[in-house]
């Protein structure tokens, strides 16, 4: 298959970053990445804006390191309550999974490190990697939501007891 070298403007899943010079087939350099504005082909004009785009990307990943590291700091503070139905054994009938996203910003879930979904209570922590240099630390709570019940159940033994009142009753006979 004939190659083509070409220099990429912005990134190309798989293939590499903006500025960087690759090889590609030719048909896919002029089926999709030249027309697309993805990438220019490699000409003595084009490797004289190479510096340009070489700073361009540097000023992109410092940005997106900079806010990646800002959520960082805003997941590590955050502290966040999942309230699950659970049964007597306190086993959840529902579970925490990573689509579950209550932080407040917009988080792709492939980035959250969640082996399995969270069906236990307790205080349990995950890994999200916000950038290939940033990893933030999410700790939350899972509660039952039985606990509430169990308090106002506790208040209700200490009211005198009510008659408990017959679903079905009988029906006098009247002569």
Known sequence: MPLTEII??????????EADRVKV???YARNYLL?????????????????????????????????????????GKARIIFT?????TGKAFGS?????????????????GLER???????????IKLHHDVTAQFVFQVKSAEEPKTEAVSAAAEEPEKKHRRFFTKRKETK
Do not use: C, F, M, Y
Request: glycine share 8%; charged share 35%.
């Open 35 to 75: 027309p697309h504005g993805k990438a220019h082909e490699v000409t003595p004009a084009s490797l004289r804006q190479l510096d340009t785009l070489k700073a361009k990307r540097a000023e992109r990943e410092a940005r997106e390191l900079n806010e990646a590291e800002e959520l960082a700091r805003r997941i």
């Open 8 to 17: 990429l403007t912005e990134n190309v899943p798989g293939l590499g970053a």
């Open 117 to 127: 979904p969270v069906k236990d209570t307790g205080e349990h922590q995950v890994a």
């Open 25 to 27: 087939r030719r048909g």
């Open 84 to 88: 699950l139905e659970t049964g007597e």
């Open 96 to 112: 925490v999974t990573a689509q579950d996203n209550e932080v407040g910003v917009e988080i792709d879930r492939h980035k959250i």
